[in-house]
């Protein structure tokens, strides 16, 4: 199952082709049962994607099959990837597919970097966060 986090009030125009490039981004996602699959859309606080999606793997191997299955997927559909990041390791995967920014992690490195709660934070607006919690306080 997918969530999406998104703002109902402003959709800009012109985002048919970064809405099917998510469809095809999802389905490879599911198909690779890829798990707790998040869609943020961050097209208004962001110059360079319409989405970021998040998504876990089990291990490092369901890591890499998952981001290989959606390089192919993109490749098939007619979207070439301008950039991958950390196939061979399988911690975390970043895919970049210009509109949509996958990142496929281990639950661990998922936990750790906490991504859904920095971008919520952003795109609520409130990213001045004091709390001194997270990657960034550790050092």
Do not use: C
Request: glycine content about 10%; overall charge negative.
């Amino acid at each position: 199952m997918t969530s999406t986090v998104t703002n109902p009030d402003r959709r800009p125009q012109g985002r048919a082709e970064s809405d099917r490039l998510l469809g095809v981004i999802q389905d490879a996602l599911e198909d690779r049962k890829a798990k707790d699959i998040q869609v943020l859309d961050v097209s208004e606080r962001s110059g360079f994607a319409d989405y970021f999606v998040i998504a876990t793997g089990t291990s490092a191997r369901h890591v890499s099959a998952i981001a290989q299955n959606l390089q192919e997927s993109a490749k098939h559909a007619g979207f070439q990837p301008s950039g991958v990041e950390g196939a061979d390791a399988g911690d975390w995967v970043l895919l970049d597919l210009g509109a949509v920014v996958i990142h496929v992690m281990r639950a661990e490195t998922r936990a750790f970097y906490n991504l859904e709660e920095l971008w919520s934070d952003i795109l609520s607006g409130s990213s001045d966060d004091d709390s001194g919690t997270g990657p960034a306080a550790d050092g």
